[in-house]
Nanobody, 123 residues
């Protein structure tokens, strides 16, 4: 079983930045494609970003392109999400997820999930 733990969430003013981190308890972390999703109250779960097993391919949701960047360090079994130019609309619980297979933009494709970390952006 893969366990994922997110950290780095908090309260930030609009225009500010936060960096989220996800740690995986698996020595074969490099075999997992990783993704980030978020969910705001009353909203559906939204795709944020994904990164391939080697880290050479990344994909971002339209709402965060140009502002968010995901990267991974397979030696440390971690993946990060750098969030810049934050907007109140970014307020949500952010989840780290892992996929043993291909990993796409649909949350149903992912096999493992973290507990989530709250990100609140004030105006």
């Amino acid at each position: 079983q893969v366990q994922l733990v997110e950290s780095g969430g908090g309260l930030v003013q609009a225009g500010g930045s936060l960096r989220l981190s996800c740690a995986a308890s698996r020595v074969t972390f490099s075999r997992l494609a990783m993704g980030w999703f978020r969910q705001a109250p009353g909203k559906e779960r939204e795709f944020v970003a994904r990164i391939s097993r080697s880290g050479d391919i990344t994909t971002y949701g339209d709402s965060v392109k140009g502002r968010f960047t995901t990267s991974r360090d397979n030696a440390k079994n971690t993946v990060s999400l750098q969030m810049n130019s934050l907007k109140p609309e970014d307020t949500a619980v952010y989840y780290c997820a892992a996929d043993r297979g291909f990993a796409g933009t649909n949350f149903k494709d992912y096999d493992y999930w973290g507990q989530g970390t709250q990100v609140t952006v004030s105006s």
